[in-house]
């Protein structure tokens, strides 16, 4: 009883940690993703869901996607367990630091200059359903916003460094500053630019995300130089992880890809509605799952290289508690009132309760499967923090052709709704595999306590759904009055069933102040 006591304690020590700092994100989130609302709002309020925004949307998440596949996610899979090694020696920490910022910058230009001259065959490939006429506008948007290449990177190897040192902050804080920049060029150069704007927009917003983080890197010590030592250690165990990090980190952005090159065969406005429902999906996923698998990747990061298996356990069990905990009431929610969420907004000016339908239909198939969504990103993480690279990697490459084939199967009887949902059947296969062999390689075992706390939830869950999808029979109810109670019912529901967890931690964060 009293090792079960003690191993209780430990669990519940590793969850607190993961609030504290988690909750950093959060609130930053909690201004950023408003501000990214507003944006899309203002973006479907002067544009609509037409042919220019499926345009847009095609031009930039191409060269995001380049960078987030080549770039972004891999540099933080590889860079901050490598970098937890380094984390005390400021001389060392600086060199390598400057060494793959000097890399960024000469790697992604060369890949740039080449997109550039390249353009229109890029744009005949990655949006092959369009029209002459958009896809001439999607290569000029495109070839606005291929700076983004460069200045994403080097924003996400910033973000590893200072992640690696358990500051969570100042990367976030930079979203604010692109929602903005983005915001102001929509509004003030519409007029004059058209859609162009936006374009505008997303390359001076990157830009100025980089020089915010410039006080953060003084902060910690952490020295620009020329430096490129290509054969410190750390840069040389790079090599070894490179390839399967960016294997494994690419999955989910290569999949939503592939989704919107399949939906550029369906009629026009399609592909937007995708992006606005994902808009929609992606908030709770980042208010609540970004923090918490972020936070426990640097973690776990160091306890790997002390090989501290019980305080890894811990965190992998405290994650999943909290993704569950907070993800499926969220779920559950989207897919009950997801049509009120857009309607508030996006349904103005040129965006009209059609594209509300079909935005929603869209959303209905993300929804279904966010907590896997997540889940499966948690222990790719955890694989990560391992040092491997290999197995969410084989597992990634079978999950796209799964994705490929289910997307182009489902999009003809179900339109943007089979392309979404696609999505969430292949996050079910990831975590699925991933969970085993977590297992299995590892000798990991989610605790009783863990089991207790996501059946509670499971339980809670099912409770919500009756509840909320009673209160849509209720006729002619206020739609923000409707968003309000259904709020309420879930505090009310998932607060009573975790009353005792809550009550707990908060006595014991008085007690034990950081």
Not at 84 to 102: C, G, K, L, P, Q
Not at 103 to 114: E, N, Q
Request: hydrophobic letters at 50%.
């Amino acid at each position: 009883m009293k090792e079960k006591t003690s191993e209780e304690a430990f669990h519940s020590n590793s969850t607190k940690d993961l609030i504290k700092k988690g909750s950093v994100i959060t609130i930053i989130t909690l201004i950023s993703r408003p501000l990214g609302y507003i944006r899309e709002a203002i973006q479907a309020y002067i544009f609509g869901a037409t042919l220019l925004v499926d345009s847009f949307i095609v031009a930039y998440n191409f060269p995001e996607l380049i960078q987030t596949l080549f770039f972004s996610g891999a540099t933080s899979a590889f860079l901050v367990p490598v970098c937890s090694r380094y984390i005390n020696d400021t001389r060392h920490y600086s060199t390598i630091y400057a060494t793959f910022i000097n890399l960024s910058i000469v790697i992604t230009i060369f890949i740039s200059l080449i997109f550039f001259f390249l353009s229109s065959t890029i744009v005949s490939i990655i949006a092959p359903g369009f029209s002459p006429e958009a896809k001439d506008i999607t290569r000029k948007l495109f070839v606005l916003m291929i700076p983004v290449i460069s200045l994403h990177t080097i924003l996400s190897v910033v973000k590893a460094f200072l992640n690696a040192k358990e500051h969570f902050a100042a990367p976030e804080v930079s979203g604010i500053v692109l929602n903005i920049v983005f915001i102001s060029a929509a509004i003030l150069l519409s007029k004059k630019l058209g859609i162009y704007s936006l374009a505008v927009g997303v390359s001076l917003g990157s830009a100025l995300q980089i020089l915010v983080q410039y006080p953060y890197l003084r902060r910690f010590k952490i020295r620009y130089s020329l430096s490129l030592d290509l054969n410190h250690p750390a840069v040389n165990e790079t090599k070894r992880l490179f390839f399967g990090a960016l294997i494994a980190t690419s999955i989910v952005p290569i999949n939503g890809f592939i989704g919107r090159i399949i939906a550029s065969y369906l009629p026009h406005g399609e592909v937007a509605s995708l992006s606005y429902a994902f808009r929609i999906f992606i908030l709770p996923f980042s208010l609540f799952a970004v923090p918490v698998y972020t936070v426990a990747f640097s973690k776990i990061s160091k306890l790997y290289h002390k090989k501290e298996w019980k305080g890894i356990f811990a965190n992998i069990d405290s994650s999943i508690m909290l993704l569950c905990i907070t993800l499926i009431p969220a779920s559950i929610f989207l897919c009950s009132m997801g049509d009120i969420c857009i309607k508030i907004l996006y349904e103005r000016g040129a965006f009209t309760d059609k594209d509300t339908l079909l935005t929603n239909r869209a959303l209905l198939g993300y929804s279904i499967g966010l907590i896997f969504y997540a889940l499966s990103i948690s222990l790719v993480r955890i694989f990560n923090a391992f040092h491997d690279m290999k197995t969410p990697a084989i597992i990634g490459i079978t999950s796209i052709v799964i994705n490929a084939l289910l997307a182009a199967s489902l999009m003809v009887p179900f339109g943007n709704l089979g392309i979404s949902l696609a999505t969430s059947i292949v996050s079910f296969y990831n975590f699925s595999f991933l969970y085993i062999l977590l297992r299995h390689r590892f000798n990991y075992r989610m605790s009783k306590k863990t089991m207790r706390d996501i059946i509670k939830s499971i339980s809670a869950g099912i409770v919500l759904l009756i509840l909320l999808y009673g209160l849509r029979s209720v006729p002619e109810v206020n739609i923000y009055l409707s968003l309000s109670i259904s709020i309420m019912i879930i505090i009310i529901v998932y607060g009573v069933t975790f009353k005792n967890y809550y009550l707990s931690y908060l006595k014991k964060g008085s007690k034990h102040p950081s």
